[in-house]
């Protein structure tokens, strides 16, 4: 199985009404490195919520001018057929990154490599530690800066510490 580490910035809160600007995707490969892609993206529609901007520091007029999401979704389809070397498993902290990561695979492709599933590392965290309270990002010491290539990395480092720690790495095709 090949674990893909997600992390977008949007400009509002669903995917539809809102947009994607930022897609940061990290490769875990077993021996700790990353692949990663990283891209800025126009958005598809001209609705947008100032608050999830300013997070990021993106200005929608600005945003306009970033890569047409076709040719992005284009690319990072590419990307993880490239680096998968088993089944391709979509990972992130949270459904937020899934929900809006599927619809534009299916609006711009008419399908989506990681099929219909995705792996939440805070649930399989919490999970394996038997404590619905713990915290999944300490297990790594990056830095969360709300940049989505930044964020998909701490992820990928954080869920990697766990594999390790627990003796999983075998989980891990490369």
Same mark, same amino acid.
């Given at each position: 199985?090949? %674990?893909?580490?997600?992390?977008?910035?949007?400009?509002?809160?669903?995917?539809?009404? %809102?947009?994607?600007?930022?897609?940061?995707?990290?490769?875990?490969?077993?021996?700790?490195? *990353?692949?990663?892609?990283?891209?800025?993206?126009a958005p598809i529609s001209n609705e947008y919520?100032?608050? %999830?901007?300013?997070?990021?520091?993106?200005? *929608?007029?600005?945003?306009?001018?970033?890569?047409?999401?076709?040719?992005?979704?284009?690319?990072?389809?590419?990307?993880?057929?490239?680096?998968?070397?088993?089944?391709?498993?979509?990972?992130?902290?949270?459904? *937020?990154?899934?929900?809006?990561?599927?619809?534009? *695979?299916?609006?711009?492709?008419?399908?989506?490599?990681?099929?219909?599933?995705?792996?939440?590392?805070?649930?399989?965290?919490?999970?394996?530690?038997?404590?619905?309270?713990?915290?999944?990002?300490?297990k790594s010491n990056l830095e969360h800066t709300?940049?989505?290539?930044?964020?998909?990395?701490?992820?990928?480092?954080?869920?990697?510490?766990?594999?390790?720690?627990?003796?999983?790495?075998?989980?891990?095709?490369?």
């Open positions: 199985m090949s %674990y893909f580490s997600f992390d977008i910035e949007t400009n509002g809160p669903c995917p539809g009404k %809102y947009s994607i600007v930022e897609i940061g995707a990290t490769m875990i490969k077993s021996d700790g490195t *990353f692949e990663t892609f990283f891209s800025n993206i919520d100032k608050e %999830y901007l300013d997070i990021t520091g993106h200005v *929608f007029e600005e945003t306009l001018n970033y890569e047409e999401p076709i040719e992005v979704i284009n690319n990072l389809n590419n990307w993880v057929k490239e680096n998968n070397t088993g089944k391709a498993k979509f990972v992130s902290d949270n459904a *937020f990154d899934w929900m809006f990561i599927c619809t534009y *695979f299916h609006e711009f492709l008419g399908e989506c490599p990681f099929g219909h599933t995705s792996f939440n590392i805070n649930s399989f965290y919490r999970g394996m530690e038997k404590d619905l309270k713990a915290e999944f990002s300490t709300h940049n989505a290539l930044d964020d998909s990395m701490k992820n990928a480092d954080a869920l990697f510490n766990i594999f390790k720690e627990n003796n999983m790495l075998s989980e891990l095709d490369i």
